[in-house]
């Protein structure tokens, strides 16, 4: 919601400064989001009057002006707005004037013409962004006086991010009531006479649906001026709220609206086929409204219809066939009260969110229509001019929302905020909340006002009292429990993450026993001293493991041995070891894989289990890490020869190992199918390389590919390798996409293809230079790896 300062000061002027004024509301639950002036900085721009015009004798556009500004002497300005004419009183710069932008007010000649000023339009002084001819002031506006004060520009326009529950300040006079509560200010909400009816003429309403309507309020105005012309000053504060002018009638309630928080809509009489009636809609029933939107009612949506058909959705917005045009004269104006749970969700079900069902769905004041119908039917006279008719009133009191009162105890406010609030104190400021106080042992009971549906329960009033006696201002204590958060960096990565990832990748976690047999131990890592236990419980569990892979070959046995022919088993555990005469132990993470790599299912054929599902099982953990690794060619006694890979952290230490069982091994210890292995250590793994954030190019990228003929024993890795050798910041992105041997390729060779990803951070690369980035890569590849470009 924006509402004005200046308009806010008017009904409660606190001695604050607006950046308090702005923290007091927000500390309040009222928060703001932003303050914005209404006007732009400038100055020496006063009201002027259009004594006459003549025509430029050099040019067909402008007009040589007489303007009065207050001074002893008209001046002369050229002019070249459409608009300009005499009697027209307008905002004049004066020389020596300042509009935004810096923009400086000085004598001039146009076309040989003397111009002694300037004449401005709203863009010109920052009061729109756009505008056609000068800006019109009314005929009384004072000559001379300077524009920022007779249009009150010294204002700032604070915009307020309000909660659903606040309904009460999506007005004027909420805010105003917060902040004279605020500031220990009186407030009192401004009295609007009662408007004497002229004539008796009403038309007859009837509300079918007095439990979703239990207030309607009607009153019929003749009469009024087609040809009025709103206020400046209405103008003005509407503009200040968002609200962009549009003809009297339809301007008056929306300035009651945003006054009052009382939404209300006015019908061209003249369209009306008495009597009113407030309704549920028929299935099938169409209105067109307002935005030019038809729309098909269901049976549940509440309308206010004639005898003919519905006029308006009720509270959401009003119908395009009865509405208020530029030569109505005789308008019904109604006020109603529609219950929330009737309007929630009804705008948002035909895609409409207006200012009335805002206010609506979230609760008005049952209490206001009478007041909201006399101060618009006083606005509309004032502005004009018309008969009014005396008030329809239709109201269901039983269907109303009862107010039920709340019980404050005194011990709870000490209980829960920490401070002593007595009697006197209590009335002031929930009297001041427009709430009813009455003392009751140990406490009070508070009954809350029309206009505050969120009062309900005790913590409810505790809440409203920390608000208004100020969060800072609660005294503050320790717990009695003192204990210290544990350190969580964000380098380091939680070793439940890599295991939800391996479980996540059908993995199952295994714990085993840290004992294993000692032959079982010499199979897997031969040649590797282990430690003995001196006392064992069993033969079994004779030695302390060097590896897990132990215990997990038995797990897997174990379950094979029982008909599952896939098994993925994961464990996170302790290796012991002996350096430089000591034990050591070490964190691994081990991992064991056999059989398809899907389970059986109808979409997919059955494939068995390979090296390079299992390397990608292991890269799913570092992409969690960040952790960059190579996998290296390695031979180790318990794996297959050419299956097995060492992997190498960025800085080339050994962090792990992955490959096949040897099929010797294979056969010994009983399986019939191959079994892959894999092992890290978990504080290489857990090191995190935490993210860093890289400019983003804003040129185009560049993919070229190329096919090599390479040696059957170069690795992708020696290819990738020896293209970032050649130091090309261009390239971003190195991509192996196929590798083919077969006919066209001579025998102990393989053709490689990949794909590189060009870009530039100053500027698109030309085909020249990506030639010479080609070139300078395949001489690289030729030279290191003796490789060819496939033809």
């Keep these: 919601m924006q509402v004005s300062e200046a308009w806010l000061r008017e009904l409660v002027n606190p001695p604050v400064a607006t950046a308090e004024l702005v923290a007091q509301l927000t500390m309040a639950g009222l928060e703001v989001d932003a303050v914005t002036p209404v006007a732009a900085e400038f100055s020496g721009v006063v009201v002027g009057e259009v004594l006459s015009t003549i025509q430029h004798p050099n040019a067909d556009k402008l007009r040589v002006c007489q303007v009065n500004v207050g001074q002893a002497e008209p001046l002369q300005i050229v002019c070249g707005a459409s608009n300009v004419r005499p009697g027209l009183k307008i905002p004049a710069a004066l020389i020596g004037a300042i509009l935004p932008g810096d923009f400086k007010i000085k004598e001039s000649k146009l076309r040989g013409e003397l111009s002694f000023g300037m004449l401005c339009s709203e863009k010109e002084l920052g009061l729109a962004v756009s505008s056609e001819g000068l800006m019109e002031l009314p005929a009384d506006a004072p000559v001379g006086a300077d524009i920022r004060d007779y249009l009150a520009l010294n204002d700032n326009v604070i915009e307020l991010g309000l909660t659903p529950n606040r309904a009460d300040c999506l007005s004027v006079e909420g805010v105003a009531r917060e902040m004279a509560v605020l500031n220990n200010l009186p407030f009192q909400a401004t009295a609007f006479a009662t408007v004497e009816p002229q004539h008796t003429e009403t038309l007859e309403v009837k509300v079918e649906a007095a439990e979703a309507c239990p207030v309607y309020l009607g009153r019929l105005i003749k009469n009024i001026n087609p040809a009025a012309v709103t206020p400046l000053w209405m103008q003005e504060r509407l503009r200040r709220c968002g609200i962009r002018s549009l003809s009297p009638v339809v301007d008056v309630t929306n300035y009651v609206l945003i006054e009052l928080g009382q939404p209300l809509h006015a019908f061209d009489a003249d369209k009306l086929s008495a009597p009113i009636v407030v309704r549920r809609s028929r299935a099938g029933e169409s209105l067109a409204l307002l935005n030019d939107q038809t729309i098909e009612l269901d049976g549940d949506a509440l309308v206010i219809a004639d005898q003919k058909q519905a006029l308006a959705l009720a509270g959401v917005m009003g119908g395009k066939d009865s509405a208020v045009f530029g030569e109505t004269r005789d308008i019904f104006l109604e006020c109603a009260f529609f219950m929330p749970i009737d309007v929630a969700g009804k705008a948002r079900q035909f895609g409409l969110h207006t200012d009335s069902s805002h206010r609506f769905e979230r609760g008005v004041d049952f209490n206001l229509q009478r007041r909201a119908i006399e101060r618009a039917t006083q606005l509309i006279l004032q502005i004009a001019g018309g008969s009014p008719g005396p008030v329809q009133e239709v109201i269901s009191t039983a269907e109303l929302p009862a107010r039920m009162p709340v019980k404050l105890r005194s011990q709870r406010i000490t209980k829960v905020l920490g401070i002593q609030f007595g009697d006197d104190e209590v009335h002031a400021l929930f009297e001041g909340l427009g709430m009813q106080v009455q003392v009751v042992e140990n406490g009070w009971e508070i009954t809350p006002p029309g206009f505050r549906f969120d009062i309900a329960i005790e913590e409810d009033l505790l809440e409203e009292i920390g608000r208004i006696y100020g969060y800072n201002n609660l005294p503050s204590s320790s717990l009695l429990m003192r204990s210290e958060l544990g350190k969580a960096p964000e380098a380091q990565l939680p070793l439940a993450r890599l295991q939800d990832c391996l479980v996540d990748r059908g993995y199952q976690e295994a714990i085993t026993y ?278």
Excluded at 565 to 579: D, H, I, K, T, W
Excluded at 617 to 636: M, S, T
Excluded at 644 to 669: C, D, F, S, Y
Aim: net charge negative; with cysteine; proline share 4%.
């Design 514 to 791: 840290s004992f294993v047999d000692e032959a079982m131990q010499n199979a897997v890592a031969p040649g590797e001293e282990f430690i003995r236990i001196q006392n064992p419980i069993s033969s079994e569990l004779a030695v302390m493991r060097t590896t897990l892979w132990c215990g997990l070959l038995n797990a897997a046995l174990y379950n094979i041995n029982r008909q599952q022919s896939r098994v993925r088993l994961f464990e996170a555990g302790l290796r012991f070891f002996y350096q430089d005469g000591q034990i050591q132990q070490r964190k691994m993470l081990s991992g064991l894989a056999l059989g398809t790599v899907n389970p059986e299912q109808w979409g997919e054929k059955a494939r068995k289990l390979d090296f390079f599902d299992v390397k990608a099982d292991i890269e799913a953990l570092f992409d969690l890490a960040g952790v960059c690794a190579d996998f290296v060619a390695y031979q180790h006694p318990a794996l297959h020869p050419g299956q097995t890979a060492q992997i190498k952290n960025q800085r080339g230490e050994v962090i792990g190992l992955l490959g096949m069982l040897h099929p010797t091994l294979e056969k010994q210890l009983g399986f019939d199918s191959p079994v892959f292995l894999f092992e890290l250590e978990q504080d290489a793994v857990l090191e995190r390389n935490v993210p860093k954030f890289s400019t983003l190019s804003k040129y185009p990228s560049v993919r070229r590919d190329l096919a090599l003929l390479v040696d059957e024993a170069v690795s992708a890795a020696a290819i990738t390798s020896v293209i970032e050798e050649c130091m090309e910041t261009a390239i971003r992105e190195i991509s192996i996409f196929d590798v083919y041997r077969g006919p066209g390729v001579a025998e102990g060779y393989k053709s490689v293809a990949l794909a590189l990803l060009l870009q530039d951070f100053t500027q698109t690369l030309t085909d020249t230079e990506i030639d010479a980035i080609f070139r300078k890569v395949l001489d690289t590849l030729a030279a290191k790896l003796n490789a060819k470009l496939r033809e």
